[in-house]
């Protein structure tokens, strides 16, 4: 027996436990007490590791006939916690599903989704048309602006006097007493080009609503991709989930038949919590999109299955084709177009604002000192040599010179947008495509192989995991690449527009003429 080696050990394994006895020394200067301090040593053993496993070690041993040494029994009893078989019923258990803030009222069984309604595009859309607010909000303000059409060509109103003169004097009814006529005749066609410039403004408006009609769709469209997309990434982490746990339990046997120790057992735990999590994190992240898109549509919407198709059908055309397509069809741009004819015509309003207007007056009466019956007439008419609207006509002109910038400035940060969106259109394209083609089939290879080679024994089980994540990840991130795909070319396509909540928008920008009393 080796004395020296023998009493090292003990020392070493009592020290990674805590126990380390004082006035101990394990050199060869103590060699000649090693049989008293092996005494000591194997007495206080027995009392700190007095476990299940050891004691049945010890009664396989005595039924056997075999006695272990000294050193040895001491060794495995000392050893690592991870180096020992616990029974099953010392393993540590499976972990519960989180119970932390769960959002039941909007649960669904999702191995049912025949009980709860299903969301289509055509559904939600058609939906949104009738109740999104903004859509309504647009219509109104094309009425608004033909109601201005219609009252700014009313002809002015006559005007019904009663004239008395000297009533009382001396007793009598006064000297005259009758009615008089007024009327205002408007001139250089002032209620004409009134007229004209408010239903140049609803044609604004029309293009406005067709804008805002737009931004809608597209709001609609994109958050309901984000919807199909989140609801692809669940069905993914539920399918991950399950891989996790059959980890798990597979971890397990491999610990019960000497394959895995219990640090593995532990992490698998673990894995399987985090999994399990992040499936939880999803299932939140499809009940915002369901809620937003709830938001955009105008109505309630159930936290139910969506369906559709995620990949895009036809690849869009090319960067200068968009663009001009975008500044001949965009209603934006065809609004400020139609709202630099408002300003010429504004232009030519404000021209003839200062020409006078004729004021005819006139009526019957009686002259009660000579007792006849007599008219009034008159004509008003007003001498423009002060104001002759000098600084309003200014002002129009260069309302019309800042609508012309206004197009330019349009046309140009249509580009600018469309840049971005078409730069994020084409990488996401290319890598959905080049996933698609390249990276999922390898990758859905790689695993099967991985998992053949773990089943000739050839590698071990975290080399699977590793692959099986990599292959999950890879599809995680094709429905995102898909999922930007779509929706940047749901922008594109409808205008790059825009903000489903947004106000609607009126046909006269900021700093232009707008509020007089009278439409003109």
């Known amino acids: 027996m080796k004395t020296d080696s023998t009493t090292s050990a003990i020392s070493r394994g009592y020290t990674q436990h805590g126990y380390v006895a004082e006035g101990w020394n394990t050199t060869r200067h103590h060699s000649r007490d090693s049989e008293l301090m092996k005494r000591k040593l194997l007495q206080l053993l027995i009392a700190v590791t007095a476990t299940t496993t050891f004691q049945t070690a010890v009664a396989q041993e005595a039924s056997m006939g075999q006695m272990m040494s000294m050193d040895q029994t001491m060794a495995q009893s000392l050893g690592g916690a991870d180096d020992q078989v616990l029974p099953e019923s010392d393993l540590p258990p499976l972990p519960d599903i989180p119970s932390g803030f ?120 994109v958050q309901f991709i984000e919807a199909l997309a989140a609801s692809m990434r669940l069905e993914l982490q539920r399918e991950i989930e399950k891989t996790a746990e059959d980890g798990a339990v597979t971890t397990r046997e491999q610990y ?10 532990r992490r698998a735990n673990v894995m399987l919590q985090k999994q399990r999590l992040e499936r939880m994190a999803t299932e939140n992240e499809y009940r915002d999109a369901l809620r937003r898109l709830s938001a955009i549509v105008g109505v309630p919407l159930s936290i139910g299955p969506t369906e559709g198709e995620l990949r895009p059908s036809n690849a869009l055309e090319s960067f200068d084709t968009i663009l001009a397509r975008l500044i001949t069809e965009s209603p934006e741009v065809l609004a400020a177009r139609a709202k630099l004819r408002v300003d010429q015509t504004t232009v030519r309003r404000e021209q003839v604002e200062w020409i006078p207007d004729v004021t005819v007056q006139g009526g019957p009466g009686y002259n009660f000192s000579n007792g006849d019956d007599v008219y009034n007439a008159g004509v008003q008419i007003e001498l423009p040599i002060y104001d002759r609207n000098q600084g309003t006509i200014r002002q129009a002109c260069q309302d019309l010179r800042r609508q012309q910038f206004e197009i330019q400035r349009m046309e140009l940060h249509l580009k600018e947008r469309l840049a971005s969106a078409y730069r994020t259109y084409a990488t996401a394209l290319q890598h959905a495509t080049e996933y698609d083609r390249v990276v999922i089939p390898e990758l859905r290879a790689a695993y099967r192989q991985l998992l053949v080679s773990y089943k000739d024994n050839r590698i071990a089980w975290p080399d699977v995991l590793e692959g099986q994540r990599d292959y999950f990840q890879a599809r995680m991130q094709q429905i995102d690449q898909f999922k930007h795909v779509r929706q940047q070319e749901t922008m594109i396509n409808g205008f790059l527009l825009d903000g489903g909540l947004m106000a609607a928008e009126g046909p006269v920008p900021p700093g232009h003429i707008d509020a007089v009393p009278k439409p003109r």
Do not use: C, W
């Not at 055509?122 to 201005?148: C, D, F």
């Not at 700014?152 to 003169?165: D, I, Q, R, S, T």
């Not at 019960?256 to 057992?265: D, F, I, K, M």
């Open 256 to 265: 019960n038949q000497g394959q895995a120790n219990l640090t593995a057992v």
């Open 102 to 221: 769960a959002d039941f009222d909007t649960t669904y069984d999702y191995a049912d989704n025949a009980t709860v309604e299903t969301h289509t595009l055509e559904t939600v859309l058609a939906l949104a048309a009738g109740n999104n607010p903004t859509i309504q909000q647009a219509r109104l303000h094309v009425s608004a602006e033909t109601s201005k059409a219609l009252q700014a060509g009313l002809y002015p109103n006559p005007v019904l006097m009663y004239v008395g003169e000297k009533i009382g004097s001396d007793g009598s009814a006064g000297e005259f007493q009758g009615f008089e006529v007024s009327q205002r005749f408007v001139t250089a066609g002032k209620l004409q080009l009134s007229r004209l410039k408010y239903r140049q403004r609803a044609h604004v408006a029309e293009h406005l609503a067709i804008a805002q009609t737009y931004r809608v769709t597209n709001a609609v469209e």
